[in-house]
């Protein structure tokens, strides 16, 4: 190594460590408790880190996998001042010299820390910028590799999709990270493949892995991304244990971006109509406060079709793709993973108490953080709070009769977001289910209704946000805000008008109209109030688009 390079300065504004001897001895003694002390630093601005509102009483790292001599798979414990502990991998790579000092001015939200070691000085930096390491990830589920580390393995598996998938095997695929950072990291090889690395790890088989391969494996429906292999951690004890998803390969679909964005774009231009209806006689127009499942009897008013447009017919394609899903998930009834299982009341019991519980906690949250509301919000908030009590009053409904329908297997957080749109046509992706919940719950068996719920909801917002963005001199325009409710009105039903026809005499159905109303409703209604929390912590500024859907929905 050069004296320049040996004489490079400490890196600023990142935490400075040293070992002695070679760089993956920071994994070890001494040193690693030095490093785990400035983990905290290096996770809490990271978009992936979902316990921002929680204080972090230490980090341990509890597994180093080595993929490469300068790249490791690294697990760690992240303890809390309450609550449960989270576990998350971290791929961390150590580079040295003027490359590091370039990497840092290019990317320094990457660097973890600055290294001094027995030969070079460097970084250690998050190796999914590190190409040789994202390669080797591949080539692990191509060739079914394995890698050991000091309680468990790293298995890669593929699946007979992926030869198809990956096309030519002697061409190089390069790896590019995709910009737009979540709860997962996701790395894009040339135009065939795309690998889904998890950030937060829990034990047991991810729903992403889980539902997407038997999608892939045992049906028909070719609106998911196939999935190509996974990398999956299994500890050696207990022999037989539950494995990790660390990662999920599948194909990658050629898109115009998500759903929501086509959404979005599609009400700016409906906004731009609207402004020159506004001299017309608005009570002329079809809307009604009557229930959506009353509304789909009829067709959609002419006058819907025509200013509204070719989004009805996105709207009524999104609902068949919906509905064909969601049959394919319930298409297995001799696998018990995936086999419907009717309503009980224990389960109509845990669904009602859940809900209330968040209710209350919510309510609670909503009357902590009012006086950090913008004050266009606070009417809203009040009105809510002063409904709280009929708000918790409509799970009750849940007690009072049994529900003659089967549970399946949901995608569990749809909304427009979690859809692909390709031009001519949508994909569903993401099966991981909301965030919040732990795995054995997003594994569960629900209602598919309330997938159809959160898109409903989903609609709800895109209108509102759309709306909310023609913010003029501190509001948006009033008269518009008529023209936002009555596109939500009619692409609801547009969309629920198809699902339904789609699956009509499924097991899932409820089998009355008033049983699949009170489901439909109970699912809006939950679905608005945990939006009004994720708000509350996250967007505040958003806060009135769930307590507009609390409000219309109660």
């Known amino acids: 190594m050069s004296d320049q390079a040996n004489r490079t300065a400490p890196l600023p504004d990142v935490p400075e460590l040293e070992v002695s001897g070679a760089w993956e001895r920071v994994f070890e003694g001494a040193a690693v408790a030095v490093l785990e002390a400035a983990l905290p630093q290096y996770l809490m601005p990271r978009r992936w880190f979902g316990a921002k509102t929680r204080t972090i ?62 030969g070079d000085n460097g970084i250690l930096y998050d190796a999914v910028w590190n190409p040789d390491f994202c390669q080797a990830l591949l080539t692990a589920i191509v060739e079914h590799r394995q890698y050991g580390g000091h309680s468990g393995d790293v298995v890669a598996t593929a699946t007979r999709a992926l030869p198809h998938l990956r096309g030519d095997a002697s061409q190089v695929l390069p790896p590019a990270v995709l910009g737009v950072e979540q709860s997962n990291t996701s790395i894009r090889f040339g135009e065939q493949l795309i690998l889904k690395l998890y950030r937060r790890l829990e034990v047991g088989i991810n729903p992403d892995q889980e539902i997407g391969q038997f999608i892939t494996e045992n049906t028909a429906f070719g609106n998911v991304p196939p999935v190509a292999g996974a990398l999956e951690f299994r500890r050696r004890e207990p022999a037989g244990g539950q494995p990790i998803t660390l990662a999920l390969l599948q194909g990658f679909v050629r898109n115009r971006g998500d759903a929501w964005r086509y959404t979005l774009d599609s009400l700016a231009d409906y906004f731009a109509a609207a402004r020159e209806w506004d001299e017309m006689d608005l009570a002329a127009l079809p809307m009604s406060n009557a229930p959506l499942l009353e509304l789909i009897r009829s067709d959609i008013p002419a006058e819907a079709e025509q200013r509204i447009g070719a989004y009805l017919t996105s709207a009524r394609l999104l609902g068949r793709r919906t509905a064909e899903l969601h049959l394919a998930l319930a298409s297995a009834p001799a696998d018990p993973v995936f086999a419907p299982e009717p309503f009980t009341a224990e389960f109509q019991d845990t669904l009602h108490r859940s809900m209330r519980e968040l209710t209350d906690r919510i309510m609670a949250l909503l009357r902590a953080r009012f006086d950090t509301l ?55 992706i993401d ?41 003029q001199d501190g509001a948006p325009p009033p008269n518009l805000e008529y023209w936002a409710r009555f596109w939500h009105l009619w692409v609801s039903v547009a969309y629920l008008k198809t699902y339904l026809e789609i699956v009509d005499g499924a097991t899932f159905l409820p089998s009355t109209p008033d049983a699949l109303k009170l489901l439909l409703d109970v699912y809006l209604v939950e679905k608005a109030v945990y939006e009004l929390g994720y708000e509350l912590n996250n967007r505040p500024d958003w806060v009135s688009i769930p307590l507009q859907g609390i409000l219309q929905t109660v």
């Open 57 to 118: 009483r230490g980090i341990r790292v509890v597994e180093t996998i080595p993929i490469l001599p300068m790249a490791y798979l690294v697990l760690m414990r992240v303890d809390y001042t309450a609550g449960e502990p989270d576990t998350y991998v971290l791929p961390t790579a150590f580079m040295a010299g003027g490359a590091a000092e370039t990497f840092r001015g290019e990317r320094p939200a990457a660097v973890i820390a600055a290294l001094r070691t027995g």
């Open 431 to 471: 099966f991981e289910g909301e965030p919040a919940r732990p795995l054995s719950e997003r594994r569960m068996k629900r209602s598919p209704l309330q997938d159809v719920a959160g898109m409903l909801r989903s609609f709800h917002y895109a209108a509102y946000a759309a709306y909310f963005s023609l913010d």
């Open 374 to 428: 913008p004050e266009a919000g606070r009417p809203d908030a009040r009105r809510v709070l002063a409904l709280e009590a009929q708000i918790a009053a409509r799970f009750d409904v849940l007690l009072a009769q049994p529900i003659h329908a089967a549970r399946s297997r949901i995608h569990g957080d749809y909304h427009l977001g979690q859809v692909l749109y390709t031009g001519a046509d949508f994909m569903i």
